[in-house]
């Protein structure tokens, strides 16, 4: 799992859109989180074939709600993964956990209770200017389920410091 989870990191880096797609379930597709807490009832999900057009789809759509203000997250796909999925080079991440969550904050932790037949790899920086002393901590977490022998992507769990 941890090589999909590379892989993954990878295609997001180099904006490989059509690799990240090979990735995501057939199915279910991947839902995205732009805070630690996920919510099923509100967090979009986007198919392969959404996820391989990320690039060119000009839509807004409301992600969710910004921390501490509560103003909707308005973007496009391409705005929203520059902010809430890939905002710091996680592959060169200094922490990894495997199934287990490096860092917590106020909000609710419920990736495992919402995705329970899954595992996942948290790429975290546990802080990215010293200044901040640890408030300025940031994550991407990456749901896999297995289906098959082959690790799927379910799930993208932005976790940073929040109010």
């Known amino acids: 799992m941890l090589d999909s989870a590379c892989a993954v990191v990878q295609a997001m880096k180099q904006g490989d859109w059509d690799t990240l797609s090979s990735f995501v379930h057939p199915q279910q597709g991947v839902t995205f989180t732009p805070?630690?807490?996920?919510?099923?009832?509100?967090?979009l999900n986007f198919s392969a074939q959404?996820?391989?057009?990320?690039?060119?789809?000009?839509?807004?759509?409301v992600w969710g709600f910004t921390d501490g203000k509560g103003d909707p997250i308005q973007m496009t796909m391409?705005?929203?993964?520059?902010?809430?999925?890939?905002?710091?080079?996680y592959s060169?991440?200094?922490q990894i956990g495997i199934d287990r969550i490096q860092m917590t904050g106020n909000a609710l932790e419920n990736l495992t209770d919402v995705y329970t037949d899954c595992r996942f790899v948290d790429f975290c920086y546990p802080s990215i200017d010293p200044a901040y002393g640890g408030a300025d901590w940031q994550s991407?977490?990456?749901?896999?389920?297995?289906?098959?022998?082959?690790w799927?992507?379910?799930?993208?769990?932005?976790?940073?410091?929040?109010?």
Do not use: C
């Open 35 to 43: 805070y630690s807490t996920v919510e099923p009832e509100m967090d």
């Open 152 to 163: 799927y992507l379910v799930g993208i769990v932005h976790g940073e410091w929040t109010i």
């Open 140 to 150: 991407l977490r990456l749901v896999f389920q297995d289906q098959n022998d082959r």
């Open 50 to 61: 959404q996820i391989k057009k990320l690039a060119k789809d000009e839509s807004i759509y």
């Open 92 to 94: 060169q991440a200094p």
């Open 78 to 89: 391409l705005d929203y993964f520059n902010r809430y999925v890939f905002n710091a080079d």
